[in-house]
């Protein structure tokens, strides 16, 4: 049998037919009214999809652009910054903190964990600048709260700035930006807007737009002030990625209809479909004996602890070899210790009961006992419980 | 009569179809054994490209996140270094040294001169850490000359690092990399390499990457090192632009094709071909009474001062309007009074002709008396003398 290959990855992750279709037809120079138009509409689409009256910026690069950008124009030399980190990617908010000559305060929680109330009201200080955090770490399948973290940043350090990285969480995680006050929010390409990797973008809140007025580390190709005044005009300040510009108004076009005409709704129907695919397979995993490794489970994705402890490296390779499915291993330290299934946009219900039959058969030909067929039952059980079962029996 | 829309702009330009189709198709995760055979050869290539033992690296930037890296990494603040300015992207060299905070000397000429060897010796000496140049300034059109730039600094600042930006000098103009001594040379993909805007690349000297083990300046998504360190084992540091790099490595395959295997030889048939496109279009804008605004001009791109004192505005409007063709204005303080038509990459006879019969049909339009037809027949003696012209009769 023929093995489509197919992407369960956090990032990149499944492309839509209609954005790879745009993006190859594109044949535009960013200097014309017409690029104009579609740059601008772009990112009034990409404030609607957020739900923020903040500004919203694109930058050419991968996420981690956009989060030194958020450190370079947020900071100078010497501010004191809180950096929450529970893996892979909270240490690189410390590295690039590091790196850049802040004054670091770390709080960290063990892989797989997030961090208590009081741990972060601890941490929290009048002298605090900023504090930087993921919405959900890819790296352990773990959502953070990010209300909560909001909430204490309000009463502990009132004028510290609230950075999130929300590479993964945007489009799988409810975040109200303006509500609980968001200074600046980082999404990327290839993750639930359905287009390959190569842009980043970040909303941004006046109080942040404030802070640029005085910070002072080196900044140029990451300047946003200077990338927010040519957006005003509809432009980029330095000549932005057009195919994937164009491969992204047409996934936003695509996101609106799933929302019948609304954007907000359509980011609804995204993450209510991300939460459903992660507690079918959080069910199908539990069914089969398996263990979750994240004790606040995102719906971004789904890190499970290998079984008896086999190294995971097998597990990804048995998935790929066999059924051309394409399953993230753990990262670093947890290399070889747990793998990860992503529900990152572009998965609905086919996918998700195929990955689990893929799962069942992948354990089953290493050799481990599970009953094959209790994690599919499990995860129908889900599904027909869920509003997606619901809304397809009205 | 329909319009195509054609790109004569200095980047983006045309696209190679075949990539646009392996573009489109890529689906494909970084991490994975398929994807690091696709990156190595494609920075394989690239070397092979720009002819260089140099290591060469991807980034996923416009190209002036390329000119920030060369900043970044080679210098400290206080630095003294050396801005060869003419045109816009010299001045890009300047504001970025600047913010970095270097100690900036300016030489300058005016738009559409290039330097003399004298002052260039004059702003030389053993205090120099590094000199900043374009090989082919696109705001202008004017070539400059890299080879007796880099010659000047071996006997006068011997230890200074040459920077060359060749973004739309690579695949235009000969850059003998390894013998001329450049120490860090750029490029950038939606040039001559017939693929969108997305990626920068740049090869790197031994003496560039002993600079970097003492320089000072925060760097981090443009840590040229650890990206050196990820790109020999076939990765990127951080996300890379998946749809770019098999769009890249489509675009190499057919280099490699026009070179009958020899990916060198390709690259000589590209500035051959933009050599020829450049020399008809000077030929055809002077048979027809043109000014070129270049002293020294550019197989790149051919900068043509509007006539009549008329705004060049009108000249490219009526471009775009009649013929679905987007050449370039002039920019910043040349607006209006000049435009610029594109040789970089994927064009031919067919295209040259084309766009000068637009030329005169535009000039015509908008009242100038021009002699319809002596541009082209201008044009295709040129071919007609050169070696494409002897090749094809053969």
Redesign the interface.
Known sequence: MLRK?R?F?P??T??LPAA??A??????????ADFRAIYSRTLADLKELIGTRNDVLLL??????A??AA??NLNSAGDKVLVLTAGKFGERWQ??TT???CKVEILSAAYGQTFSPADIQAGLDSSIRTVFVQATESSTGVRHDVEAIARLLRSHAPDALLVVDAITGLGTTHLDVDSWGIDFIIG?S?KALMI???LAYCAVSERAWARMETTQ???????LRRERKAAAKGESA???????VVALAAALDYLRQLGNGDLGAGRNVLIAGAEICAEMTRAAAQALGLKLFASAPAAALTAITSPYAIDSGKIVAAF?DKFGA?V?NGQAEMKGKLFRIAHIGYYDYLDTIGIIGALELVLDSLGLKVETGSGLRAAQQVWTKSNAGQLSRA
Chains 1, 2 share one sequence.
């Open positions: 290959n992407l990855t990032g990149p499944p492309l790879q279709v993006m190859a037809s594109a044949n535009i120079h960013h200097r014309t050419v690069s991968s996420g981690t652009g989060m030194e450190v370079s590295e690039l790196r850049f000559g990327g290839q390959p990797p190569g580390f080196p900044r140029y190709y990451f300047d330095f000549t932005p990625a057009t195919s994937l790929r394409v993230a």
